[in-house]
Nanobody, 120 residues
Framework: QVQLVESGGGLVQPGDSLRLSCAAS????????MGWHRQAPGKERELVAW???????KYAESVKGRFTISRDSSKNTVYLQMNSLKPEDTAVYYC??????????????WGQGTQVTISS
């Protein structure tokens, strides 16, 4: 079992930046990938980015060049640096974590989510 707690969301203006954090606890060694999904009102949840234990990253096309995912293994924490934010980025952002055996796009463990709102 893995527990995930997100933080760092808020209300910002277009062009601003936010840094989301996700702290993981529990059976961390049973997992090999952490990342972020987001869900906007009326839209399906989508993968934003992930990072593997080896440091390989993956990004949604819509956030490439603007978002950066990273991790601090010593703290069991993953970060999402979001720059040049657009109103289209408004969503609830969920931290998630994959078990070693999970090769899919959706993680096995999920945080409660943090709201990110971009509005002028």
């Amino acid at each position: 079992q893995v527990q995930l707690v997100e933080s760092g969301g808020g209300l910002v203006q277009p062009g601003d930046s936010l840094r989301l954090s996700c702290a993981a606890s529990g059976n961390i060694f049973s997992t090999n990938r952490m990342g972020w999904h987001r869900q906007a009102p009326g839209k399906e949840r989508e993968l934003v980015a992930w990072i593997t234990r080896g440091g390989t990253t993956k990004y949604a096309e819509s956030v490439k060049g603007r978002f950066t995912i990273s991790r601090d293994s010593s703290k069991n924490t993953v970060y999402l640096q979001m720059n040049s934010l657009k109103p289209e980025d408004t969503a609830v952002y969920y931290c998630n974590c994959w078990r070693n055996s999970n090769l899919g796009l959706s993680g096995d463990y999920w945080g409660q989510g943090t709201q990110v709102t971009i509005s002028s």
